[in-house]
């Protein structure tokens, strides 16, 4: 994929304008957080969304549930869908190991993708 000639040559200045908004909800059950975007880059048009659910299922272990939408350029329908099935086993304070499915729906043309994915977070 080469440079969109819509844009700027690179390491020029350009009009960007970018904003988004967000809310969460935490309760005992359910921990759910979401937020919208959108933005301009000169001429590229930009959108996405997601919403995030948790649902503890052991004082240590949370099921996860995520959609997640960002069509990268309106003009050009860039779209690409993930949705993610998982689960996460906070074994110390700041500390979690996550597995997920993933599957990427894409558009134009692209093949779907399906994926595993596993995570070790450590906060310090």
Same mark, same amino acid.
């Given at each position: 994929m080469g440079e969109d000639p819509r844009l700027p040559a690179y390491g020029t200045n350009y009009d960007r304008r970018r904003?988004?908004? @967000?809310?969460?909800? %935490?309760?005992? !059950? !359910?921990y759910l957080r979401a937020e919208y975007l959108k933005g301009k880059d000169d001429v590229r048009k930009s959108e996405g969304y997601y919403a995030t659910a948790s649902v503890p299922v052991h004082p240590k272990v949370d099921l996860i549930a995520s959609y997640d939408y960002f069509n990268k350029d309106k003009e050009l329908s860039r779209k690409q869908t993930n949705y993610i099935l998982g689960a +996460? =086993? /906070? *074994? =110390? %304070?700041?500390?979690?190991? +996550?597995? &997920?499915?993933? *599957?990427?729906?894409? &558009? +134009?043309?692209? %093949? /779907? #993708? /399906? $994926?595993? &994915?596993? $995570? !070790? $977070? #450590? @906060? *310090?």
């Open positions: 904003w988004g908004i @967000g809310t969460e909800i %935490k309760t005992s !059950l !359910l +996460q =086993y /906070n *074994f =110390y %304070k700041r500390c979690r190991m +996550q597995a &997920q499915y993933i *599957f990427q729906d894409r &558009q +134009q043309g692209m %093949k /779907n #993708v /399906n $994926q595993i &994915q596993t $995570q !070790l $977070q #450590v @906060g *310090f």
